[in-house]
């Protein structure tokens, strides 16, 4: 009996675990799909054990105990795979070629008999008897490649998460004791006759092992079907103690009270009814009592399930007309009333409704239980058709009220309906909040939309107008930079044939005033090529006009120019004319442009007794312009935004109010085309540096 109940217990624990495993297996990842891969053969192998162990004809357990041999080496190979997998490394081909082939191997073997020759039967069940010389090796190897499983756990284990670590303590202690249970039940057992019993541990360990890993399943998230197999365990606990309750007395009683002995197969099979009827009872029990409360209880509906269903409903949906129809529809199935309607304060309703509404806000809950009712609420209640009024709030605001009419069968709703109500409305009344604020956040959106759209269209009407006004300041500042150069480039003329004494003769002083006159003339050409040049970066049509330059000549005239405006303004001006300075591809007029605007700059901020050192540097592959000033530098924080079109430093517009913004942007731009970089650096109160570099090569065409 003993044998029988181990067997019993092994079998239902590893098929309920592997049923369980398989309803959910093409979900599952390959780790799962290797464990049931385990568990099933581990079934097989105890199977074709308890049949070896209860046949009575030798040729049928000669031939289950050999296959039985094959089912465990087949274990213990996804035993090893399952462990690889765990750390990821079950990628090797060649491990599972080499599993095939000693799985075919080991068919081969165990359907030909060739691992045991002979066996007996005894009391014990099946023993082994005579075994050829493969048998001794092929069990050594499969306890090896458990052995080599356990090792590869225990050595990855470093490293690994707290729940990893006992994930790996909790398959090692289960691997080890059916291991353990192989080598010191099933061997032992078989070749030791005084200790035939412990035949039986091995068994017995197999079930243990699976019984780990569910609790490793369940209790410390090992597969990806924990859920399922935790239900299961639950239940085969339920089914065990039902045995246990029922089977064990019953069994004691007939032995030992009614002295009626009873044989293994007996009792097996006096266990497995009791198995069978216990699993049985649950659906048996549902199927009779749907059909019952079909026939005598039409009335009678199941409150947690209701409740359960309502949930459902109330979550599948943020709905506000949803919600209402799905859930009196569910109501109305369960309390078969006459009608049920909501009656919900937030949604615009007739005045019959306003007035029901205010007659019903003086009860939170009002039912009529008699026809001799003559309250204001039941007369009101009662002219609607309806018995029962539940108010349906949340903690701080009341929704409306769920009405409920006169039962179809004409009982009235017990308390045990009443409770039902009370919980389910509570249950509505938080989803009809979220619904009803739902609608208040798709409105808003809807209003917000509608505004922003608005504001859009105004925002595109502007920037359309601002589109044109811009165009128009183009087209105007174009129109009248052509119209300005023409006289300008006339008097400029004029100012350099007088100063030249082509005329005649001028004396200092109107020197002097010519020489400011044809400075400002000199400024304003600049500043309209500026503007002129801007226009074409706008419209596409800025062009680099290139030509054989002397640039240390050009720097030269430049500082010529400006050398009595920075007398008058007591600067000392210094530029060293380098000798043998080489030509360079760029044009001319240009970077005419930028030198004037540099030096100029630095003339306007830099202070009476100050001095500024233009310098022309040679190097390998580049030539540089430096002028550096001792003047009143720009802030550290408006640097980045200096060479952006129409930006003044704060400190600058208030040395030079008249300041267009535009000299810094243009220079960059010219000096970009050539395919150079501009040089930068200043210091607040210590004066800048302004120049560029370009390679000795020039402008490249």
Not at 127 to 138: E, G, K, T
Not at 194 to 213: D, E, H, R
Not at 232 to 247: D, W
Not at 623 to 652: C, M, W
């Amino acid at each position: 009996m003993f044998k029988s109940i181990i067997y019993l217990i092994s079998i239902v624990s590893v098929s309920y675990v592997v049923s369980i495993i398989f309803k959910n297996l093409k979900k599952s990842d390959v780790k799962t799909k290797l464990f049931f891969g385990l568990a099933s053969t581990m079934e097989l192998w105890i199977l074709t054990l308890a049949i070896a162990d209860f046949t009575n004809s030798s040729k049928i357990a000669l031939f289950c105990v050999n296959l039985a041999v094959f089912f465990i080496s087949l274990t213990a190979l996804f035993f090893l795979f399952f462990c690889l997998n765990y750390f990821k490394k079950y990628k090797s081909a060649f491990l599972g070629t080499l599993a095939v082939i000693v799985s075919l191997f080991v068919l081969f073997v165990s359907l030909t008999q060739k691992f045991i020759t002979k066996v007996s039967i005894d009391t014990y069940g099946a023993a082994i008897v005579n075994s050829s010389f493969v048998y001794l090796p092929v069990v050594l190897s499969i306890d090896l490649i458990i052995i080599a499983g356990l090792i590869l756990l225990i050595r990855n284990k470093k490293g690994t998460s707290k729940l990893a670590k006992t994930q790996i303590n909790l398959i090692t202690f289960g691997a080890a004791v059916i291991l353990l249970g192989n080598l010191f039940g099933n061997e032992v057992g078989q070749y030791f006759p005084n200790l035939k019993y412990l035949i039986q541990v091995s068994t017995l360990s197999s079930a243990f092992f699976v019984v780990i890993i569910a609790y490793t399943i369940i209790k410390h998230k090992l597969l990806d079907t924990r859920e399922a197999v935790a239900r299961s365990v639950t239940y085969i606990f339920t089914l065990s103690a039902v045995l246990l309750v029922y089977s064990v007395p019953m069994i004691l009683v007939t032995r030992y009270i009614l002295n009626i002995k009873l044989s293994s197969t007996a009792v097996v099979f006096f266990i497995g009814a009791t198995f069978l009827i216990a699993a049985a009872f649950q659906p048996i029990k549902y199927f009779f009592n749907k059909l019952s409360n079909r026939l005598f209880f039409q009335e009678y509906f199941d409150p947690q399930l209701t409740l359960d269903k309502l949930g459902n409903v109330l979550i599948s949906s943020a709905n506000l007309k949803d919600i209402l129809d799905k859930s009196r529809n569910l109501l109305s199935e369960a309390l078969k009333p006459s009608k049920i309607d909501y009656l919900i304060s937030n949604i615009e309703n007739d005045k019959q409704d306003k007035d029901l509404i205010e007659i019903l806000d003086k009860n939170n809950l009002y039912l009529i239980n008699t026809e001799d009712d003559s309250s204001p609420i039941s007369t009101e209640l009662k002219k609607h058709g309806y018995t029962l009024s539940i108010r349906i709030r949340t903690k701080d605001q009341n929704l409306g009220y769920l009405l409920i009419g006169y039962r179809k069968s004409g009982n009235l709703y017990s308390f045990a309906d009443i409770r039902f109500l009370t919980i389910a409305v509570d249950e509505i009344a938080i989803s009809l909040q979220n619904a009803i604020n739902y609608v208040k956040i798709e409105k808003f959106n809807q209003e917000l939309k509608l505004e922003i759209d608005e504001a859009t269209s105004k925002l595109k009407s502007a920037n359309q107008r601002l589109r044109v006004e811009d165009q128009n300041k183009d087209d105007f500042i174009s129109m009248a930079s052509h119209q300005l150069r023409t006289p300008l480039t006339s008097v400029k003329g004029y100012l350099s044939m007088v100063l030249d004494e082509d005329a005649g003769k001028i004396n200092k002083v109107q020197r002097e005033m010519l020489n400011q006159a044809f400075y400002g003339s000199s400024k304003m050409v600049y500043l309209i090529s500026d503007l002129l040049n801007l226009s074409r970066l706008k419209s596409g049509k800025f062009s680099i006009e290139a030509s054989k330059v002397n640039l240390a000549e050009v720097v030269e005239q430049e500082v010529d120019q400006l050398k009595d405006n920075a007398r008058t303004h007591r600067i000392n001006l210094v530029y060293k004319k380098p000798k043998d300075f080489p030509t360079i591809d760029m044009d001319e007029n240009k970077i005419r442009q930028v030198v004037m605007n540099f030096l100029d700059n630095a003339i306007y901020y830099t202070p009476e007794k100050g001095s500024i050192e233009i310098k022309l540097i040679e190097q390998d592959n580049n030539i540089e312009l430096r002028v550096i000033d001792s003047g009143i530098g720009v802030p550290k924080e408006e640097q980045p935004h200096l060479f952006t079109k129409f930006y003044r430093g704060s400190n600058a517009k208030k040395v030079r109010p008249d300041g267009t913004g535009i000299g810094l942007y243009m220079a960059k731009k010219i000096i970009i085309a050539h395919g150079g970089a501009v040089i930068f650096d200043s210091s607040i109160n210590k004066g800048s540096t302004f120049g560029f570099s370009i390679n000795k090569k020039g402008y490249t065409y």
